[in-house]
């Protein structure tokens, strides 16, 4: 890794940190959800088809939830069933500065879902930046990103812990 990208990735981490620290948190449970935002890497088509059927099961119980896509290309080239943005949409520290983003970004979610598996620095920036009273992500380096993180690499495995803990918090 190029010194370049390494300084980046050290300002990218400081504004991500410093977005954490901004976010107010309210304790409560999932009965009730009236609006969830669901983040996802939707450079895979495979991702994309699994994480569709969760977000269909989960509006059949929630009523409003939103969805935003990243596109790890230049360029979206197909249309996506849901807003998306990709790396054009970037500015030099991996934030996304589109209109898309910006009005998911300023919305208020009882619940945010980031499915994405791997290190994403754009979908990682939103999850923080977000104002959600709850929001469940896979394990990370930095333990203030969410406030339940699951472990898995597998997606499958990993949207059934979701809705393992979405059950059991809403009794």
Known sequence: MSILT?????LHLKDVEQGIHQQKKSAGYFTGLAKVGILLDAT???????????????KKEAGNVQVLGYVDR?????ELPFDSFCKKDLDWLWRPKDATTNQF????????INLCQTDCFPLEYLAVSINANY????????????????????????????NFFLVKFSN
């Open 44 to 58: 895979d088509e495979a991702t994309k088809i699994a994480a569709l059927k969760f977000v269909d099961q989960l």
């Open 135 to 162: 929001k469940i992500g896979t394990l990370t380096d930095y333990p203030n990103n969410y406030d339940l993180m699951l472990d898995s690499k597998n997606l499958s495995k990993y949207l059934e812990q979701v």
């Open 74 to 78: 230049k360029e979206i080239k197909e």
């Open 6 to 10: 390494q300084y980046r990735e050290r």
């Open 105 to 112: 970004k300023a919305q208020n979610y009882d619940l945010l």
